[in-house]
């Protein structure tokens, strides 16, 4: 697990990149200088590893761009101990960012080999974190609810399921649509159970799927 200065040079002119592009908050871009994000990829690509891109992790999965998880890290709003369920782990990336920000992280991911994996990565990491496997359509619903839940694939509809497991008041980030691109929403729970949705731009994610999860 090497992590020198090379390395925190190379996060700095990402945290100033992301800053150009409009993320403001501090603490998220505190988070960014402290994730070795090049250790969530495979050796022998540190060089890609502080650009701003995604970037293949296997089983056919990407870890998202830094800009589209500061992106979404920013409209989830969290405060120190909020309790926030992600849907696809992937590499486990957006989960330590999250953690970084003294967020209790729920994560979940459909893939097996993959949760195993990242499951294994993640436990050299000081990070508490509770890792599922399992189908994020349906959530984890022992544990909710959730001050937030974070989509990290592109959900073909909001799933009803993950709206019951919000907090009123609670904020679900959700890249909405099938097809290339996604629409970024932020929706917010209201008392009455209606949901208040805001819209911001498109972005590319890989496809949130049904099924067991086993290939
Ligand atoms: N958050 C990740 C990036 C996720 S890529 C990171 O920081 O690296 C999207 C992930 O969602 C993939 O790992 C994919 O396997 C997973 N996924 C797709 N459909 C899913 C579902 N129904 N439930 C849970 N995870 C799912």
Do not use: W
Not at 11 to 21: F, G, H, I, M, W
Not at 74 to 89: A, C, F, H, P, Y
Not at 158 to 183: W, Y
Request: proline share 5%.
């Amino acid at each position: 697990m090497e992590d020198n200065y090379r390395h925190k040079g190379l996060r700095k002119k990402l945290v100033n990149e992301l800053r150009k592009k409009g993320i403001i908050d501090e603490q998220i871009l505190a988070a960014f200088m402290s994730v070795p994000r090049h250790l969530f990829l495979d050796s022998g690509f540190l060089e890609f590893a502080y650009e701003d891109k995604p970037f293949p992790i296997g089983s056919g999965q990407t870890i998202s761009q830094p800009y589209t998880v500061a992106f979404q890290t920013q409209l989830l709003d969290v405060q120190r101990g909020s309790k926030v369920l992600e849907i696809g782990t992937g590499s486990g990336y957006q989960a330590c960012v999250l953690a970084e920000l003294g967020v209790e992280v729920y994560s979940i991911e459909r893939q097996k080999k993959l949760f195993e994996k990242t499951k294994k990565f993640l436990s050299q990491f000081p990070y508490k974190l509770h890792l599922f496997q399992g189908d994020g359509f349906l959530g984890v619903p022992e544990h909710a609810p959730y001050d937030g839940i974070i989509i990290t694939a592109a959900a073909p509809e909001i799933p009803q399921g993950l709206v019951d497991q919000l907090k009123v008041g609670g904020v679900l980030v959700i890249p909405l649509g099938e097809g290339s691109l996604q629409t970024m929403l932020r929706i917010v729970k209201e008392e009455d159970g209606s949901l208040t949705k805001q819209q911001f731009g498109g972005f590319r994610f890989v496809p949130m799927l049904r099924d067991s999860g086993n290939d």
